[in-house]
């Protein structure tokens, strides 16, 4: 392709909005354009990224025995009111009515519309397992869109969906799927971790998030660092045995905090350790009142209160929900002497406090030398803190280090969550009717797209793996006006396409300098560039990754170009 004919828009300065790496340099580079906020244009640069993406996305699921369909963006509000998450799914769903006031969604995942496809032409257990899948723009009303394609609006996602006759089958898919995607990281040269995850609107269990290790990354990463074991900090199990202080039991007193609400505040004012205080937090599960009590030096994790407490939504209550439950306002909290409405669950490492400290329910009120089970009763101890860094592994391998992450693609085992609310049946092998087993899979592939370019870039530009460059190589012309330089360039940009490679050929009547930099922001693997040696016949090529460059006669470059690929 000739650069003079082709559109890539580059830019010297940083669009000022763009805080993320990939945002600043895909829009510099001329592969992105914003539209509306978190709304993008691909241009050609860019497409071409993204069809090498997809076409690696392709050849793993259609080498596992995929099938790929394509389904509307536009689904009837009646099927998501079958599933119950219209109501549940939360604002960021799309809502929209026509012209004869149906109601309808714009398509932010499918397992209502795929569910009913089955659940209207698959009857019996022998149509099955069967996994389709699609590659499809999505829509979600981010309330904050941000880092460009990290966190947009509308974006194109790779979704699948396994239907299975039992648990085992979906074990199996689920498995092989899993793979799938490790391989469709791997070939986009991405440094990234599985990592258990929380299902959250989605429902199911078993689930994994594949995250690419990066600081801009939302996701907060556990992981091991003498093993494989990664989760998702909201999702990994604390597994400490906690041994009581031998220490003598003090009576119980109360103490006047003035203005002294966190937990830092009152420990410093009281002179102790936040070990030893009891942080309160009332929290309003599926709208019943719950008192969640931590250590202090503990923070309570929500999605592990959810999960304990088997509800939909858990959400802090508010100050007027506090004062009217517990008579008193946030930061003077505590468990003794409750009304009996309210729940009381505390994390294992409450049991180690001794003469610790509580709120009194009280303003500017606080117990000391308070004991568990001794001055207030818990109904239930259960894992509800977040781990942290320096805690055991949980698979009792080295300890848990944190890192930043992307997440680039989920994968879930809903089990009959959607089959048995859309009434997606089939006979079994004995004749009895029995729902579908399903499980539902997604690679956000624009976001991949700059996770990529958030990992793989330096001072310069970006620095496209070979798997996903839009081009192999640029071929840049010093100076067109020369005819040396322009014969020997025609010349190769020629050969070189008859011999397969795809190259991007600067042609412009621009300065070298601009040639050199262009280059670099778009970083094409390779870079071939035809200089003042042409007329002897020599050229330099330059590996964009390592900056490595090296002098060779033209005849040897195809020969370079296929050791260089064929070693990627």
């Known amino acids: 392709m000739r650069q003079s004919k082709f559109y890539i828009p580059t830019l010297r300065e940083v669009p000022a909005d763009a805080e993320a790496k990939s945002h600043q340099l895909l829009v510099r580079a001329g592969f992105i354009r914003q539209s509306v906020?978190?709304?993008?244009?691909?241009?050609?640069l860019g497409r071409r990224v993204l069809r090498k993406l997809e076409t690696i996305i392709r050849e793993e699921m259609d080498g596992i025995g995929s099938q790929e369909v394509l389904m509307?963006?536009?689904?009837?509000?009646?099927?998501?009111?079958?599933?119950?998450?219209?109501?549940?799914?939360?604002?960021?769903?799309?809502?929209?009515?026509?012209?004869?006031?149906?109601?309808?969604?714009?398509?932010?995942?499918?397992?209502?519309?795929?569910?009913?496809?089955?659940?209207?032409?698959?009857?019996?257990?022998?149509?099955?397992?069967?996994?389709?899948?699609?590659?499809?723009?999505?829509?979600?009303?981010?309330?904050?869109?941000?880092?460009?394609?990290?966190?947009?609006?509308?974006?194109?996602?790779?979704?699948?969906?396994?239907?299975?006759?039992?648990?085992?089958?979906?074990?199996?898919?689920?498995?092989?799927?899993?793979?799938?995607?490790?391989?469709?990281?791997?070939?986009?040269?991405?440094?990234?971790?599985?990592?258990?995850?929380?299902?959250?609107?989605?429902?199911?269990?078993?689930?994994?998030?594949?995250?690419?290790?990066?600081?801009?990354?939302e996701d907060t990463i556990a992981y091991s660092n003498e093993s494989d074991y990664a989760a998702n900090v909201e999702m990994a199990p604390v597994k400490i045995s906690y041994t009581k202080k031998?220490?003598?039991?003090?009576?119980?007193?109360?103490?006047?905090?003035?203005?002294?609400?966190?937990?830092?505040?009152?420990?410093?004012?009281?002179?102790?350790?936040?070990?030893?205080?009891?942080?309160?937090?009332?929290?309003?599960?599926?709208?019943?009142?719950?008192?969640?009590?931590?250590?202090?030096?503990?923070?309570?994790?929500?999605?592990?209160?959810?999960?304990?407490?088997?509800?939909?939504?858990?959400?802090?209550?508010?100050?007027?929900?506090?004062?009217?439950?517990?008579?008193?306002?946030?930061?003077?909290?505590?468990?003794?002497?409750?009304?009996?409405?309210?729940?009381?669950?505390?994390?294992?490492?409450?049991?180690?406090?001794?003469?610790?400290?509580?709120g009194a329910n009280e303003r500017e009120m606080h117990f000391e030398n308070v004991n568990p089970e001794r001055d207030f009763t818990v109904d239930r101890y259960e894992d509800l803190r977040f781990i942290q860094e320096g805690d055991p592994s949980p698979d009792g391998q080295g300890t848990i280090v944190f890192a930043r992450g992307i997440e680039v693609g989920h994968v879930f085992k809903l089990g009959t969550r959607y089959s048995e609310a859309l009434g997606a049946t089939i006979l079994d092998k004995n004749g009895k009717s029995s729902p579908i087993v399903m499980g539902s899979y997604g690679i956000g592939v624009s976001r991949t797209m700059a996770a990529v370019v958030e990992q793989l870039h330096d001072e310069n530009g970006i620095l496209w793996p070979t798997s996903l460059a839009p081009f192999d190589a640029h071929l840049i012309c010093v100076n067109p006006k020369n005819a040396s330089q322009s014969e020997k360039a025609e010349a190769l940009y020629n050969d070189l396409k008859s011999q397969g490679f795809d190259v991007l050929?600067?042609?412009?009547?621009?300065?070298?300098?601009?040639?050199?930099?262009?280059?670099?922001?778009?970083?094409?693997?390779?870079?071939?560039?035809?200089?003042?040696?042409?007329?002897?016949?020599?050229?330099?090529?330059k590996e964009r990754k390592t900056g490595e460059k090296e002098e060779m006669s033209i005849d040897e470059v195809n020969a370079f170009l296929r050791t260089f690929f064929s070693n990627r």
């Open 246 to 358: 031998e220490e003598e039991q003090k009576d119980l007193s109360k103490v006047h905090t003035p203005d002294r609400k966190t937990i830092k505040d009152v420990a410093d004012y009281l002179n102790v350790s936040s070990e030893d205080c009891i942080k309160s937090l009332l929290w309003m599960v599926d709208d019943r009142p719950v008192l969640v009590l931590s250590r202090g030096d503990h923070e309570i994790n929500d999605i592990k209160v959810k999960n304990v407490m088997d509800a939909e939504t858990v959400e802090l209550a508010t100050e007027e929900q506090t004062k009217e439950i517990l008579g008193c306002e946030t930061g003077y909290i505590g468990p003794i002497d409750v009304p009996e409405s309210v729940t009381v669950i505390a994390d294992y490492a409450v049991t180690s406090v001794v003469n610790g400290v509580c």
């Open 505 to 541: 050929y600067d042609d412009r009547k621009e300065r070298a300098g601009v040639k050199f930099t262009d280059a670099d922001l778009i970083g094409l693997p390779i870079q071939i560039i035809v200089g003042k040696r042409a007329d002897e016949g020599i050229v330099e090529v």
């Open 37 to 44: 906020s978190g709304v993008y244009s691909f241009l050609p």
């Open 72 to 217: 509307p963006a536009l689904q009837p509000s009646e099927l998501w009111e079958e599933s119950g998450r219209w109501r549940t799914y939360g604002p960021e769903l799309m809502r929209l009515n026509d012209r004869h006031d149906r109601t309808f969604a714009l398509g932010a995942t499918h397992e209502e519309l795929i569910t009913s496809l089955l659940r209207d032409e698959v009857k019996s257990y022998k149509r099955l397992p069967m996994v389709l899948y699609q590659i499809q723009g999505k829509f979600r009303d981010e309330k904050r869109p941000r880092f460009g394609l990290l966190r947009g609006r509308e974006f194109i996602m790779k979704d699948a969906y396994s239907f299975d006759m039992d648990e085992d089958g979906l074990d199996q898919n689920y498995d092989e799927i899993f793979k799938a995607y490790q391989n469709v990281f791997k070939r986009c040269g991405l440094d990234f971790r599985a990592v258990i995850a929380d299902s959250g609107a989605m429902g199911g269990k078993d689930t994994h998030e594949f995250m690419v290790l990066a600081e801009i990354g």
